[in-house]
């Protein structure tokens, strides 16, 4: 099979798509009195509680550690989140969500479904499982990749 040539198309597209999501979880957080960051985090947390550190957010969201840093300082100024110490290593601070975040949560968790429904809209529900199938596959496709290139950089160092 050839392959098509993208002519820069794809970055293209993942940007739009990265920047829709931006663009909807601003407005969202707007409401909320949050910033970008402030709401990426919160989100992030109410998503995924077991990946609940700022080094966890910060790599999973693909951000700088000063991004969840500032995030993490306001949310826990304001009380919508609290630290507690991990019990095995000191060094470690786990990101918890308290009750008084959860009617921000909820409104930024609706602003993600909207941002969902705005990319899925029009396809059919054979197009919407093809389309996460083919995602699911490039994934694969991308993170045995950068496995790889891990792997030979750490046999390197």
């Not at 479904?113 to 054979?126: A, G, H």
């Not at 993170?143 to 891990?150: A, I, T």
Request: aromatic share 8%.
């Amino acid at each position: 099979m050839e392959k098509y040539h993208f002519e820069g198309n794809l970055l293209y597209y993942v940007r739009l798509v990265k920047r829709l999501f931006e663009k909807v979880l601003t407005e969202a957080a707007s409401e909320c009195g949050l910033t970008l960051p402030e709401a990426d985090v919160l989100l992030f947390l109410e998503e995924y509680p077991a990946s609940n550190t700022a080094r966890d957010v910060a790599l999973l969201r693909e951000v700088s550690p000063a991004y969840v840093s500032k995030a993490v300082d306001t949310l826990v100024q304001c009380g919508y989140i609290y630290t507690e110490q991990d019990k095995k290593d000191r060094r470690v601070q786990h990101l918890n969500v308290t009750d008084k975040a959860r009617d921000a949560a909820s409104t930024l968790r609706a602003a993600q479904l909207k941002f969902y429904s705005i990319i899925i809209d029009d396809l059919t529900e054979q197009e919407f499982s093809e389309l996460l199938r083919i995602i699911n596959k490039c994934s694969i496709n991308i993170q045995r990749v950068m496995e790889e290139d891990s792997a030979d950089q750490n046999h390197a160092d």
